[in-house]
């Protein structure tokens, strides 16, 4: 529903700001993490004085039809009592088999899933950051001459930013967290130089948004909840915006 109200607003509403638009698809992609953290319906902590399961607990209270079973105490000995409550309970463990709920097997297929994209991300960040460990750096000097009247912006952004070429990428990136590094690809160089200063504005532009924390967030959630399609969608608007 948020998803539906955000997608109408941006849509149709009078928002024409992109900014604006990608933070109101950012928390929709935040949102369910949000109502999973606070709506969690799982104990985390077993007390450690319950060691009598509630079956067995009620099954030793309830009253008894026919014979008396051997061992039970008589109304008023709490030693015997609690006795024969720890009997029943190792019955009732020893005769019940375990059985799979179907909340078991969903956690297991989404333990499963979340493995699966934490490797993928895990991979690609390692494989990214081994391209920037091999790129060649670049400096002010070697792009001086295409800055094209915007020299001091390009002096700018080198002095923030760690600038790469590198022969193993397609498209310009920014990677990294707290230290970004803009990667570029051989053909920025050889094939545009005259569009060269342009592309490293663009980035620039991508590291001051810190548009590569959002890609990291984004990453994060949509291994978290690989199953939900809102938040694939909710991802891939606030990129597009």
Known sequence: VFAAVVYAVTRWGRVRSSR?????????????????VLGWPLPLVVEPGHVVTPMAIGSARAPQPGPQVVGVAPAGDETAGNASLATLDHTVRRDVSPKLSGFAVLAMLWVAGAAVMAGYTILGGIWLWRVRRQAVPLAWADVADASSGHAAALQAL?????VRLTTRIDEPCVYGFFRPSILLPSWCVDDAPSNLTYILLHEGA????????????????????????????????AMVE
């Open 20 to 36: 604006v638009k990608r933070r109101l698809w950012t928390l929709v992609l935040v949102k369910p993490v949000v109502a999973v």
């Open 206 to 237: 991508h590291c001051r948004a810190h548009d590569h924390w959002f890609l990291w967030l984004r990453r994060a959630v949509e291994t978290a909840l690989w199953f939900h399609p809102v938040v694939w969608l909710a991802g891939q608007r």
């Open 158 to 162: 080198f002095r923030q930013v760690d």
